[in-house]
């Protein structure tokens, strides 16, 4: 559709486009497989990342890019884009990653077109897989907003009615590609054998828990033939605020009564509102008042077909003698404290809940961290989980085991102590959703199960 043809009287010049995809080791990969790996219209020139520290410099490896790359694909960083532009002479630039405001989405915008580029999104519709297995999903407006305990709460159910439940995840590719091309996580072994970082344990561990399959990797493609045969209804776990790749039967968006407008403020958050057969508005019980009602403002605006439920999160921890007078250091999982936007999450909700003095982490942080820390100003009095190389995991070590606290908090659900040694007491947090207005999580499986009937086994 993109190619230019110029006819001569003895033959007919095809003009490739070369063309950038930036994205964060995840939905580039993806649209890169789908739409471009075997499209000799286009030539990737490079993938140009951002949002993840310290996973550019790679290279998509031939046997994933295909025959038009014998060589592979560069991966660097976005701080690149202006020098790849003008060595290769690059046409167009089109957006792969989310957990956009407008705002951050204007500035990659006019920082693409002021290069003299075509900024182009590709929707939906390009994008979507098709399952022969229904499909429900769960996307949030923003990370953070509690999906993975909608999430949780669908398998559990899924499973109490009888069904094989595949979770599949949102990409989070930041190894050896090649050995993650498709990957199976069932035991936490499976964590060690495929070097999973804090990142990929934080969504993947509490599956485990609970005994059922996690699936995740490089090729979409490929991962649904192996979780079709396995399964007979697949849950699509989003990651960040992205659109599924699989096309749901049935999806389902959590919005964030704690960052009311958000919802209509983000990309792709609003576009996950848009589609959604039900919007599940979370943490209602801390709300400040009137955010609850602006939240159902827009989502009645900017989709009046979707059935609206509001819930609490419940959170608890294992040992609350070890918060109440204590100084806590409070650990919140990465994405949610970094480019999710928020300040804090479960972890220091926790502290409080529990009558925890949290301790800022932010004197004491290496200097891997103070970057962290001047990149995402927003963040409160907390420590992310972050930590992707080994040298960040030392980092991270280092740094909790510098903050005077009594106690360590871990709101990233992930056991960091499995890759890190700790030399405070620690105690876990745990959060669950619970509906209290409008349909239940029950009936809206039933809605699915209706809706996806003809996919049914």
Known sequence: MYAILINTPTKVIRMVKKIVILGAAGRDFHNFNVVFRNNPEYRVVAFLQTQIPGIAGRRYPPALAGELYPDGIPILSMEYLEEVVKAYNVEEAFLSYSDLTYEELGRVLSR???????????????????????????????????????????????????????VVRHPMP?????????????????????????????EYEHYIRMGLPVYAGVDYGKLLRIVEKENNIILWDGGNNDWPFYRPDYMITVADALRPGIEVKSFPGEVNLKLADAVIINKVDQAKPGAVDTIKKNIVEVNPKAKISLAESEVAVDKPELVEGKRVLVIEDSPTVTHGGAPYAAGYVAAKKYGGEPVDPRPYATEFFKKIYSEYPHMGPVLPS????????????????????????LGTPSDITRLIKIN??????????????????????????????????
């Open 112 to 166: 693409v077109v002021g290069l003299g580029l075509d900024f182009k999104i590709m929707g939906p519709k390009e994008t979507m897989i098709e399952s022969s297995r229904p499909v429900i999903a769960v996307t949030g407006v923003k990370t953070g907003a509690g999906k993975s305990s909608v999430s949780r709460e669908i398998a559990g159910i899924l499973v109490n009615k009888g069904f094989r439940v595949g």
């Open 174 to 202: 930041y190894g050896n590609l090649e050995e993650m091309v498709v990957q199976k996580f069932k035991t936490f072994e499976d964590l060690d054998k495929y070097k999973a970082t804090i990142e990929e344990r934080e």
């Open 386 to 409: 972050t930590g992707y190389t080994k040298e960040q995991l030392k980092e991270l070590e280092e740094t909790i085991n510098r903050v005077p606290a009594d106690t360590v908090i």
């Open 424 to 457: 405070k007491p620690i105690v876990r947090v745990s959060f669950r959703v619970k509906i209290v207005e409008g349909p239940s999580i029950e009936e809206l499986i039933d809605e699915f199960l209706e809706k996806a009937k003809a996919k049914i086994e």
